[in-house]
């Protein structure tokens, strides 16, 4: 629901604005041919930090449009599965030279429909590179393994299959690098798929997908529908043909997902949300602790799941940190992200200055935290047409406060005291999330000890939480996901399945657990 609230309220937002740029009308690709939307109409994609500025009208899609596209890839799935592998990573390896190609472009795209600034769309294109590279890496690996049979003359392995038909759901914060996340390992291990990206920001998916049709990626093996959750993406969420669904976005829409996926007993994975903590020991360098939680809360104007919302402060350092914090968050420069001297770019649209709002004001008036600095929508001059929200630091904040125990998603972060490692852990722990921690300390027993109690799926020492590689799985625990991780090679785990093989070469029949087993009694 939330979704489309919003993108509507983008939309009302825009209509009061004139539209200042001929915008291209763009289409679903769909067993390779761009082809309209069966409703005729619309969603238009504007510039969140001017939205005079319409960047595009994607299709809005329904749920024939889904049926078309699973179609298409149904139809596509067995000469793609039985392409090999490594001739498929040919194929994908030609996706990764033409991002390099065009990464300026998309980086500007980005920066366009999303507003993160230019060098952090840069590095989220850069991730589609590198996630490419390294799934397409996984071609001539795809790896599975032998192992002893328990008879004589009996061989046994286990291989790797495609699942089959796969249903991409994508939010809208990191636009490309996400769907490159699920698309890759997808076509890698022989699926097609279809893809739905996040209503707000189409054009860095439809840039994606053009580079797998230039790659030359077979008719069908990867369909884009644009369109509403509610309506595309349930309509992906329950499809009896999708096998696998694939799913990162909001923790309230991920369990809907599930429970589509649970009717029909299909693969789901889920990335969800997040209330990542730093902790501040009292023999951290503070300065790099500071620039740390700076970059952490406040990259991608605080909207990501990984951001680090809560910083544990050791209180023989925390008024320091605390006064060094507030002092550097005010001198950040907020604006459109495509001026390179920006460093903060606005929030994704009305609803999302409107949430975030309202938890600077639960912060005061409800939980009674001090707000160090910000709080406020920029609306002066150019401010006024897009989504401004001034970098904002609540300290005195204690762990059981709504602010330091639900996600904002948007640039506001709390400081909050602390006596000693041990109730900073607890305090660590003590969120319904598990996606990211960060501990800044120079002792090295004071790192190990919480990186063995944090219970997280990615911890930094002496760093941010934000940050991670291709090459590392990424995912968390508890409400932020469901057991899976993309990236690394354990993402092929979730677009793979496994098929144990047993050869009896001894002619004669073997009867494993009974032929060789000690006779009871
Ligand atoms: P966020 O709150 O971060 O925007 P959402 O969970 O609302 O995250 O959206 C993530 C993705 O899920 C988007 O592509 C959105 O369109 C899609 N989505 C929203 N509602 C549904 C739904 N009911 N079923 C399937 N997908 C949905």
């Known amino acids: 629901m939330a979704q489309s609230k919003r993108a509507l309220a983008k939309r009302a937002k825009s209509q009061k604005n004139s539209t200042r740029s001929r915008a291209n009308s763009y289409q679903n690709f769909i067993g390779g041919r761009w082809v309209s939307s069966s409703s005729g109409e619309w969603i238009e994609n504007r510039n969140p930090a001017d939205t005079r500025d319409l960047v595009g009208r994607f299709p809005q899609s329904t749920e024939a449009d889904v049926e078309k596209a699973v179609a298409a890839a149904k139809e596509a799935f067995d000469g793609w599965r039985r392409t090999p592998a490594p001739k498929r990573a040919e194929i994908l390896f030609r996706v990764g030279e033409i991002l390099i190609r065009d990464k300026e472009k998309y980086t500007r795209d980005m920066t366009r429909e999303m507003g993160k600034v230019l060098k952090e769309a840069g590095g989220d294109v850069q991730e ?14 795809l790896h599975g393994f032998t192992t002893p049979a328990e008879m004589p003359n009996k061989f046994a392995a286990c291989m790797r299959q495609p699942v089959g038909l796969c249903g991409l759901i994508t939010p809208w914060n990191f636009p490309m690098a996400i769907p490159s996340w699920k ?16 209503e707000d920001t189409p054009l860095s ?3 994606l997908i053009k580079a797998c049709e230039e790659a030359g990626i077979p008719p069908g093996v990867v369909n884009l529908v644009t369109g509403y959750g509610e309506t595309v993406g349930a309509a992906i969420s329950g499809h009896r043909d999708l096998r696998l669904i694939s799913f990162t976005g909001s923790t309230e829409t991920g369990r809907t997902v599930a429970y589509a996926c649970a009717e029909r007993n299909a693969i789901c994975s889920l990335e969800m949300g997040g209330k990542n903590a730093i902790i501040v020991m009292d023999d951290a360098d503070i300065d790099n602790a500071v620039e740390g939680s700076v970059w952490g809360a406040f990259g991608t104007s605080g909207q990501r799941c990984t951001a680090s919302s809560r910083l544990i402060v050791h209180k023989k350092v925390y008024k320091q940190f605390a006064s060094k914090l507030a002092e550097r968050t005010k001198a950040l420069r907020v604006g459109n992200g495509a001026d390179p001297k920006v460093e903060v770019g606005p929030v994704i649209n009305q609803d999302a200055v409107e949430k975030i709002l309202s938890y600077v004001d639960i912060g005061q008036n409800e939980d009674g935290a001090t707000l160090a600095c910000g709080g406020n929508q920029l609306t002066k001059g150019d401010y006024g047409h897009g989504y401004y929200i ?3 630091v609540f300290t005195d904040v204690t762990p059981d406060m709504r602010i330091a125990q639900e ?18 852990i607890e305090i660590a722990n003590g969120v319904r999330y598990g996606l990211s921690a960060a501990i800044y ?6 790192a190990f000890h919480a990186m063995e109690e944090i219970y997280t799926g990615i911890f930094y020492v002496n760093s941010a939480t934000i940050g991670a590689e291709v090459h590392l799985p990424f ?14 090679t354990q993402v092929l785990d979730i677009f793979s399945e496994w098929k144990s093989v047993y050869v009896d070469y001894s002619g004669r029949l073997q009867r494993a657990q009974i032929d060789n087993a000690k006779a009871i009694g």
């Open 205 to 207: 998916t439809y840039n």
């Open 390 to 392: 001034e970098p904002s």
């Open 407 to 424: 996600e904002i998603f948007g640039p506001v972060t709390s400081v909050i005291p602390t006596n000693s490692l041990e109730e900073a």
């Open 183 to 198: 698309l890759i390992p997808a076509l890698v291990c022989g699926n097609t798929v279809v893809i739905k990206p996040a």
């Open 128 to 141: 589609a590179i590198d996630c490419t590279y390294y799934a397409a890496g996984e071609g001539r690996r």
């Open 441 to 446: 300390t120079a002792d090295v027993n004071r």
């Open 475 to 488: 995912g968390g625990t508890k409400a932020t996901g469901n057991g899976h991780r993309e990236a690394g």
